[in-house]
Each structure stands twice: as structure tokens, then as C-alpha cells.
DNA sequence: GTGGTCTAGACCACT
DNA sequence: GTGGTCTAGACCACA
């Protein structure tokens, strides 16, 4: 899928950050088993070891659960995967927030230009 | 500066897209002299015809004027600046909306959620 | 087809002119696809990346349309070659009215002058 | 003044041009000494004998006179520099309405363009 | 010094 | 095959 990887983080957190995203949309319902690390290093073009660390830190974080000879699977803890949700939500609203402080808006500001963007929408579509 | 480019865009509109950012944040203000084509050059790590393109590409869209054998200025049409920074605005609020929508948030609840995390930040402050 | 340029104006615009005729003179339709960048620059014998800068300044300037892959095409929206074709009857106008001006004939003289000499040749032919 | 020549038309012939165009435009009057050649051959950058050749057509065409010892005059016959603007006069309308019926445009149109141009022009001064 | 233009040759994504 | 982009290096006009 995303062929290209960014600098800016370690390849194996952008391809975590990937899988929480299948996650999240539904893509991975809580108790699916995950691609294999190796068939997961084939589709995003990576070495197995960096795949093999990406579940790793999924496991530690308690978002996926290996079983031994069976596969990884995503959690069946409904309160983990809603905690991933939030913390995914809380990023792209500090990145928003941040983004529009560097450029001189106020809080007030950014609620408001929101909602008039969301009502804008709404009337035309 | 920023040293890497993203894959997603062309090079000579990042570059473009960072000169915007100094305008709007009123590092380059109406009426400055941007660095010349070469200097720009050096600074991005490219080589000069792509920043001379960045150049081409302000001046159609009005952003900054060219004086023959003088160098480039920012544009001092205070409209043309202030309809940069909307747009510069409109593409951070339509991203969010469209992260938090494909996280399966409602409009309402964005809203919400950036209202709230405001809420809490400036009790924490 | 021409070989040599004028120094007065940069080729990729005159090899835009050139194109631009070739519309007017219904050489090339609405939709048609032009030859492409490499084509173009044999028959000019000029660098391709200078055709390329041409078919970018038609782009702009909405004459053509490029499709990925496929090749640049004539635009079929009529109006947009009406206007071409009015800009390019007023470039001539202009230029007509500057040189008899310059030979110090009136407005008055150079109706006449065009007039008289459009009346001469329909009763030779 | 002009640096470069077009490759259409001998150098001589387009030294004539020049000078007949400021026999035109009054800039040499009737008896007026024209520049010597070598004066010539240095204003126009060219050698002595092309500017020798561009004197002998003028004379041919009796539109100057050479005095033996003395130089290079502008004819005082009034008549050959009316017909030196007449001739002027019919290259541009011919290359007006060549230009106009390349692009489609009947006589009535060209002239009917040409006034509205002008009509326009009057207004907006 | 400034930006503008052109060439030569390379790699890319898309069809 | 298509156009789009980038680099390297060159020359130009203008001030």
C-alpha cells in the first residue's frame, strides 16, 4: 500500500501506526488475526525483523495479543482499542490546534472556522 | 532548513508551501525581498532551476512580484496575503474534518472534541 | 516547419504562438491530441523540456488539457478558443494601428487605407 | 540600434528598411546627409561593404543621391518618398489582411475590427 | 549581482 | 508510450 516511508519516525511505529488505522476504521475487527509477519513484510516491502518488532510494541501496548503457533490478533478489549481511538483522535486535534496557533488564530477562532467550514458544507451538498 | 521532502508533491511547491508559511507567520513580510534564487537554493539543498520555478509559480498566483535584475518581493496587496492565509487555513480544517471522519466521528462530535480539549488545556495552563 | 526563432520573445511561447494558429486555422480541432512533448520538440528541433514548458503554459492558460499517459489535447471548450482567436485578431489590430501610426496616419487614414486597398483588389480579381 | 537581423531577408535590404523608416518618420529629411558607410557599417555592426551595397540599392530606387567627394543625400524629389510611405503603407495592409484572412476573417470584418478597435481605444483615452 | 531561458540527460508515475 | 519533475551547467538581459 504506502510504499514510501517518512524520516521523521522509525519505519516499524509508521507501520503500527498503519495497522491501528485498519483498526480504528474496522478494517481489523477486535479478535482478527493480523497478516503474518511475513506476509506483512511483503506487502509494505520491509525486512521481517522490522515487522516482527512492529508486533512487539503492539503487544506491549496490549492492542494485539500473540498466540503461539496460531498468529497475532487484535485485542478483544473493547476499552484498549476505544483508548487508541482517543489517542489517535488527540493527536490530529493537537496537530490542528498547533497548526492554527502558528498561523495567529485564537481558540475562539479555531472553534468558530470549524463550525463555519462544517455549515458550509452542509448547505452545499 | 527542513532538509527532506515529501514523495506526495512536487519539490518546487513544498518549497513554495514553506515561503508561505514565512508570510503568514510574518517572517517575510509585504514588500521583503526573499532570498535570491540562489541563495534559496543552497538553503533547500536543491538545485536552482527548481527554486526558479517556485519563483515562476508565486508570481502567477500573485504572491510575489519579480524586479528585473533586483530580485523577488513578497507581494505588498494585503488581499492577496490574507486570501493565502484562508486557504492556508481551509486545507488544515478540510485535513481534520476528514482524519476525524474517517476515524467515524460526527461533525458535532468534532466540534465537541476540539472544544473540549481547549477546555482542558487552558485549566492544565 | 519554421526552423529559427525570433529573439525577441522566449521559443517555448513562440512555439505556444505556433500551436495557437494552428487552432485558429482548424488544424487542429477541438479534443484533437497534439503531437507529443518529444514529437513536438523534433519537429522545432528544440529541447523537449522546452515543449514541456510550452504544453505547461497552455495547461494554465486552459487551451489544452493533459490526460496521464495519454497525451495532450485540444480543449473543446469553444469558448476558450473563441477568446484565443480574439486575442490573437487584436495582437494584429494592434500592431496594424502602431506601424501606420508611426507613419503618421490618422484613424481616419487607416480605414481608408484598408478600405481603399480591399475595394482595389476585389475589382482585379 | 538593432543588434540582431532576421534570416529572412538579406542584411542589406533590412539596413534599408531601417533607413527608409526614418525617412518616413522625418528623422531624415529630403537633402539630409545620410551617415557614411563606415559610420553606417559601425552603427548597425556589419561590414563596410554590405552597408556600400544597402547605399547603391537606395540609389537605384532613387530614393537617395550620392555626390562624388561629398556623401550620401536623402532625395529632395517628394514624390519618390510619397511613394517610398505609399509602398510602406501597402506591406503592413497587406500583411494586415493577410494575417485576418488566415484567421477567417472576411473583408467587412477586418474592417469592421479595425474601427471597433478604434472606437474602443477613443473612448478609453 | 538579479531572474529568465535553454539544453542534455535522467528518473518517475500512469495507461 | 505519455507528460512531470529534477539536476547540472550554460548563456542572456537588466540594474
Redesign the interface.
Known amino acids: 500500500m504506502t510504499d ?1 516511508f517518512d ?1 521523521s519516525k522509525p519505519i516499524y511505529k509508521q507501520i503500527a501506526d498503519q495497522l491501528y ?1 485498519r483498526m ?3 478494517e481489523l475487527q477486535p479478535g482478527d488475526k493480523l497478516p503474518s509477519v511475513r506476509e506483512c513484510a511483503v506487502e509494505f516491502k520491509v525486512n521481517p525483523n522490522t515487522v516482527a518488532r512492529t508486533y512487539n510494541e503492539m503487544e506491549r501496548e496490549k492492542v494485539v495479543k500473540t498466540k503461539r503457533g496460531q498468529g497475532t490478533f487484535v485485542t478483544t478489549d473493547e476499552n484498549v482499542l476505544f483508548d487508541l ?1 482517543e489517542s ?3 493527536i ?6 498547533h ?2 496557533e ?4 485564537t ?1 475562539e477562532e ?2 468558530a ?3 463555519e ?2 455549515d458550509g458544507r ?1 448547505t452545499n451538498d
Chains 1, 2, 3, 4 share one sequence.
Do not use: A, C
Open positions: 514510501k524520516t488505522w480504528i476504521r474496522g481511538k489517535m483522535k488527540k490530529h486535534i493537537e496537530e490542528f490546534v497548526e492554527m502558528e498561523m495567529g488564530y481558540e479555531m472553534v472556522s470549524l463550525q467550514y462544517l452542509d
